[in-house]
């Protein structure tokens, strides 16, 4: 009844806003406003607007460096670093992806690997722009402990997300971002606003009891998808983000962090590869829409990235909603109190 | 009571006997005698000597050459290509893996494309050597539709696996090999062997219902592992080991395939990373030691391949058993009407 309507731009426009009155200079706070933004546009909210105060949190902490200078340096033939000066994500990963479209297109495989980042965002919007590019990529990021490993009873690994991505001729990229945890965090905090039960299964208390309380579960641990397997998945995204490009691991990302509300201090690794170097340049794209046929032509089953863009072409005609009490509460971010 | 035991030297002895006297030349069966050695040594039967009928079949069926001659070239700057000349996956993967390590060590991070094999052996044995050699690598290979699309009702994806591998200096490489299954077919196809149930929701008859009988599951299809989130995962190492290096999808294998019992044709991909090239040659490799020591210090939590390289060093003073049954059909192989 109360929800308020924006369009897209106005929505950059309150996020470039709120994040400039807190600290960031215009180019870091156009790259968040673009992934809050895309967020909002298909329905991820979990990853939109509501990431604002801690975004602003860890701004006013002093924790992140709002007027962050990515630096990017080619430290192996295929292999891309960025320093993201203890900036936030988007950034460092705007001024990366061309040298690793670059590489890619060289070498036919490539890496990136983003330092020094503060990663608050959803991968499926780093993805996109890399397979838009005609690039398959796949990207990982951990964050600060909230995963069991499998048979243990302490949170050891992030959610550690991953996200990959394939690019179609005639359609938006196949793309699926998925948490490492059986439910993402960010989801977990959505039904806690929402004062929504959790499924059983997705976590445990801070005694390791199961519940589905979310509250509890932010205060407890998640479990990893599937079992061992999604524990294992868990632990090569700590290796990649971590150990192989230098940067911490979520244990040691929590022991540094703040605890203001805002993403901790790591690393992201992103590999992207090139089909027409594989050895099929002229067939692999239609030989691909073969397989995709294949999912769609069973009932029940769907393209992992479809409900996003059916979101995003509703989002086009009917903007984004939000209720006044959450507009309210982003305004007030500009306050000087806003952060108390 | 009757089983028998064997050196590891004289598995690799019987399995090299039985492929020799089935058609192979004696690269092609010293590599493919390789891996099912590596997999009884492990404690891996699934994928041990009980596979020769398998690969027996298909070189009496005329499916796999085993005379084959892979051929090895750079198709791009740290991409390499294998074409396995219809042989069995092994001796293509020997060929390809010092141009991979190479490429990687050149250029941080390389891709080996194996096009025109039959897999039919675990993927940690592959994964193994190149970690040996320093480097953390990913490997996935499909097979023939085995596991349902979240959401659909019939096979589409093979059980594809997805392995992992990182290197470490005063032990063995940390590895995972997982199938995209809750369940790996090989251990589907043990239990049937031995006349066992499977757990709850590991997979569905023919006609969609959940069952716990591996043969009704042999002849129905498997669920995959952790709901939509290891569908994903099924799809990705399709378009790897099948679009990506214009080699053909699950679906498309079983089109072709003679159903002899064997591998059908199909294609893998590696990709290989070397941790001296991503930015932290100094401490990488003690800094994984840090994450691998907190996962074994919680009471129920181990590395992934714990178990395997604890069977390995029992195996090196208990020998490998084989019940004379077993034993008795796989020396029946060598017969005239050994594959009837």
Not at 16 to 31: E, F, I, K, R
Not at 123 to 143: N, Q
Not at 181 to 192: D, Q, T
Not at 311 to 338: F, M, Q, W, Y
Request: charged share 20%.
């Amino acid at each position: 009844m109360s929800d308020l309507t924006f369009t897209l731009d106005e929505v950059h426009a309150l996020a470039t806003s709120v994040l400039s009155h807190n600290g960031c200079n215009a180019a870091n706070a156009a790259a968040v406003a673009d992934v809050i933004t895309a967020a909002e546009r298909d329905g991820c909210h979990s990853h939109g607007l509501m990431r604002l105060a801690g975004y602003v949190a860890s701004l006013k902490s002093g924790k992140v460096n709002g007027h962050a200078e990515p630096t990017v340096d080619k430290i192996a033939g295929a292999v891309v670093r960025v320093d993201g000066d203890s900036g936030f994500a988007p950034l460092a990963l705007a001024c990366g992806r061309e040298p690793l479209i670059d590489a890619a297109k060289t070498s036919g495989i490539a890496a990136l690997a983003l330092t020094d980042i503060h990663h608050f965002a959803a991968l499926w919007t780093e993805i996109e722009p890399i397979a838009e590019a005609g690039l398959c990529a796949l990207a990982c990021v951990s964050y600060k402990p909230a995963v069991i490993p499998a048979g243990g009873s302490k949170p050891l690994y992030g959610t550690n997300p991953l996200a990959f991505g394939w690019p179609r001729e005639d359609n938006p990229p196949v793309i699926f971002d998925q948490a490492s945890s059986v439910m993402a965090r960010g989801e977990v905090m959505l039904a806690a606003r929402e004062g929504k039960a959790l499924p059983a299964g997705v976590g445990v208390d801070k005694d390791g009891r199961e519940t589905t309380d979310p509250n509890e579960v932010l205060d407890g641990a998640l479990l990893a998808f599937g079992g061992h397997k999604g524990s294992s998945i868990a632990m090569m995204i700590e290796l990649f983000a971590g150990a192989l490009i230098g940067e911490c691991f979520s244990f040691e990302a929590a022991e540094r962090d703040n605890n203001d509300g805002g993403p901790p201090s790591g690393g992201e690794l992103i590999i992207a590869m090139d089909p027409q170097l594989f050895g099929d340049s002229e067939g692999w794209a239609a030989h691909a829409e073969k397989l995709f046929a294949q999912i769609e032509a069973q009932p029940g089953s769907r393209l992992p990235s479809a409900r996003r863009y059916s979101n995003r072409r509703e989002t086009a005609s009917a903007g984004v909603k939000l209720s006044a009490k959450v507009h309210d509460s982003i305004l007030a971010l500009c306050e000087p109190s806003g952060s108390a």
